[in-house]
């Protein structure tokens, strides 16, 4: 018993090792927007698994997939360069899909707890040039 406990220990940390040795880390909830072009913000954040996207271009609501309230579904907050801007339909009007350098979806309890009740329905974080 002790043998092949210390096998599956033995195991856990050389795949660690091995998987720490890579560089450039993955995160799933970054959108890689290099050489994207003139694709709308709303097709950008459609190919995240984790969004819904509810309407069409100014008048579209982004929401959380899975469990929220029925009654009311709180919709992302989009934070551009550091300063809460609102919904969709608010940053839709301020921003050009081609100034997009890197979109940032957060999600986790622990991400989104800096942004309040506002952030409480997730939060995108966009970076331009």
Do not use: W
Request: charged fraction near 20%; aromatic fraction near 8%.
């Amino acid at each position: 018993m002790r043998i092949v406990i210390y096998i599956l220990i033995t195991f856990s940390i050389c795949c660690c090792s091995v998987y720490k040795k890579d560089s450039k880390s993955f995160n799933p909830n970054e959108i890689e927007v290099n050489n994207m072009g003139n694709i709308s913000l709303l097709n950008r954040i459609r190919t995240h698994p984790g969004v819904y996207v509810e309407g069409t271009e100014e008048n579209a609501r982004v929401y959380t997939r899975g469990v929220n309230s029925i009654n009311n579904q709180k919709e992302f907050l989009f934070v551009l360069n550091g300063v809460k801007v609102g919904n969709y339909s608010q940053i839709s009007k301020i921003l050009s899909p081609s100034d997009i350098k890197n979109i940032t979806i957060l999600r986790n309890a622990s991400d989104i707890a800096s942004y309040g009740f506002n952030g409480s329905g997730g939060v995108i974080l966009i970076k331009t040039h």
